[in-house]
């Protein structure tokens, strides 16, 4: 009885080791679309003791903005993405600027998210984001900050940054239909002009 019982504890254990999964060196790559960390617990529902800010509020392509993920208590993991509004993939890249406490992942395309590196706490980092070539309309950068294995925060917001459509032309054609009424008017007066030359 005693080694059933031994078994039945093993293979209870096993399939918990197997459903907790953490992620200290920061690759966190299957937590990309829901931006949720394996742990085997549900996310904080209280306001986070974190923030994001970005340096700029409108982007133009090809455009720099630095993002900033920064807290009054320290985080040990996290993972920062740019996010159409309302949308679930990562949209641009980042260049990383503290590459000892922070790496760029492939969410959606080489470099389309940070995360760390290892689970030393921070209270700030910074990493720059590099608008696409196309716009992607207007956006956010959300981030899941882990204060630590049992305690994170999912998916918090910056301010919303908006596309300067401008920048990236207009989407209306230049054609005028209207132009069609008129074209045999058009040609009517360019052939009197070709007969007088």
């Known amino acids: ?8 504890f093993l293979l209870i254990g096993g399939n918990f080791l197997l459903v907790v999964t953490c992620y200290p060196n920061g690759q966190v790559t299957p937590s990309c679309s829901n ?23 409108t982007y ?8 900033t993920l920064q807290g009054s ?3 040990e993991g996290f993972l920062l993405q740019a996010r159409k509004d309302g949308g679930t993939a990562a949209v641009g890249t980042f260049t990383v600027t503290d590459a000892t406490n922070s790496q760029g992942l492939n969410c959606n395309g080489p470099n ?10 921070l209270t700030n980092i910074q990493a720059t984001w590099v608008a696409p070539s196309s716009s992607a309309g207007d956006l956010e950068f959300r981030a899941t900050f ?11 917001k910056s301010s919303q940054v908006t596309v300067n459509t401008t920048a990236f032309g207009s989407s209306s054609s230049s054609f005028n239909p209207n132009i069609m009424l008129h074209l045999p008017l ?8 070709v007969c007088y030359n």
């Not at 133009?60 to 993002?67: A, D, N, Q, R």
């Not at 389309?112 to 706490?121: E, Y």
């Open 146 to 156: 882990v204060k630590s294995k049992l305690i994170f925060w999912v998916q918090v």
């Open 60 to 67: 133009s392509p090809g455009e720099k903005i630095t993002v």
């Open 112 to 121: 389309s998210a940070v995360s760390h590196k290892s689970s030393t706490g």
């Open 73 to 75: 208590d320290v985080f």
């Open 35 to 57: 931006m949720i960390p394996d742990h085997g617990v549900s996310a904080q529902t209280t306001l986070a003791p974190y923030n994001i800010t970005a340096s700029k509020n």
């Open 186 to 193: 058009i040609l009517f007066v360019s052939g009197i002009l």
């Open 1 to 8: 009885m005693e080694k059933l019982s031994f078994y039945l």
